[in-house]
């Protein structure tokens, strides 16, 4: 069995802490860089990491970039320098015009993992993007030897990274490391063992969910498992901003407030900086932390990756981040939310057929 005694866990929820560490680790690297990321941005943060990639290419660092087309707002001319120098630069599965051009261009790769050397690995919910500085993130610093785990997860999406077709059993295969569960998702209705995962958590929890996304649309069997765990007294809390960078999500999610309050659930609207984070614990003990949006599109139409486990200094680190963010909340109000305008009630109705979208 791992030890996994020896994996030291990091949690980061200020892009001005972690950008600078994470850029650290990419200095210090002697062998090999691997970044997949839905996001990398041409701007004065993507810039500089691009520039400090191109730096460890010159030191003959191997360094391969995984990015989604899609998320990127960078193409290969930004990375021009560093694939001269022999970095790797794939960009996920461009879109294309075709009969079939939505069901394949929906299907995009959201994860976020940095591996360094075997050693260092980096995931959570972060961007590599100007704009996300004054956010409220959660990234995650892993030192031990699950790093090449990761290592072999970004190796075998690289190996799909254009393609529609292969084997989705073995791509969401669980990787079992001692006390810790690598949870990965590809687009599919089928098999979407992320979901299952909070599912089965829902449904064991005895004391206390904290949950924290920044979109909050989850199917019928999560809100289902969430409002029962609230009536066998479970002390049920979601943390979302108040409004989130994706304001037609917003409206939708809306309309499931009322019946979640109504049996007990703690809704929390963050008030402050956009929230982004992507965390979850259930009885102070078991965690999930990732790429996952709480919501039907990360769950169905998204290649994401979480990780499950328990790690009592990671556990505090993580209550300590929902006790910080519940400082700067308002409750819902289900009163208000029953007098809401018409008009908002008309606009959620006609959403609902588009939920599986946002």
């Keep these: 069995m791992a030890d996994t005694q020896e994996l030291k866990i990091k949690m980061y929820s200020d892009p001005l802490a972690f950008y600078p560490a994470m850029l650290q680790d ?27 990639l191109i730096k460890k290419c010159r030191e003959g660092v191997k360094v391969n970039l995984l990015i989604d087309s899609w998320g990127a707002s960078s193409n290969l001319h930004f990375f021009k320098d560093l694939i001269e120098l022999g970095g790797e630069v794939k960009f996920f599965k461009k879109i294309r015009i075709s009969w079939d051009a939505f069901t394949k261009n929906h299907r995009r790769d959201h994860r976020k993992i940095l ?45 799909i990274y254009n393609k529609f077709l292969y084997d989705k059993i073995a791509y969401t ?56 765990a609230a009536n066998r007294g479970v002390n049920v809390n979601i943390i979302i901003p108040k409004k989130s960078d994706v304001h037609i999500l917003d409206v939708l999610a809306g309309k499931y407030m009322g019946d979640l309050a109504r049996q007990k659930v703690h809704i929390h609207f963050h008030l402050g900086q956009n929230l982004h984070a992507k965390i979850f614990m259930v009885d102070r003990k078991y965690f999930m932390i990732g790429s996952a949006n709480f919501d039907y599109r990360s769950f169905r139409y ?57």
């Design 173 to 228: 295969r669980k990787i079992d490391y001692g006390n810790f569960q690598i949870i990965r998702d590809v687009p599919s209705l089928k098999h979407q063992p992320i979901q299952r995962k909070y599912l089965e958590l829902i449904q064991n929890a005895r004391k206390d969910i904290y949950l924290e996304t920044p979109y909050f649309l989850p199917g019928s069997n999560l809100r289902k498992a969430l409002m029962e």
């Design 302 to 358: 998204q290649h994401e990756i979480c990780l499950f486990g328990e790690h009592k200094s990671l556990n505090r680190q993580l209550m300590q981040h929902f006790n910080q963010s519940l400082r700067d909340t308002a409750p819902f109000d289900y009163h208000n939310w029953l007098k809401r305008p018409r008009l908002q009630k008309l606009f959620e109705w006609l959403l609902v057929p588009f939920r599986h979208l946002f």
């Design 26 to 52: 990419i200095q210090n690297a002697a062998h090999f860089i691997y970044l997949e990321i839905y996001r990398f941005r041409n701007d004065p943060i993507g810039i500089r990491f691009r520039d400090n």
């Design 115 to 159: 591996v360094i050397d075997d050693e260092i690995c980096w995931i959570g919910s972060a961007n590599i993007a100007g704009y996300a500085l004054n956010w409220r993130e959660s990234m995650f610093r892993i030192t031990g030897g699950i790093a090449t785990y990761f290592k072999e997860v970004f190796l075998e999406n690289v190996k």
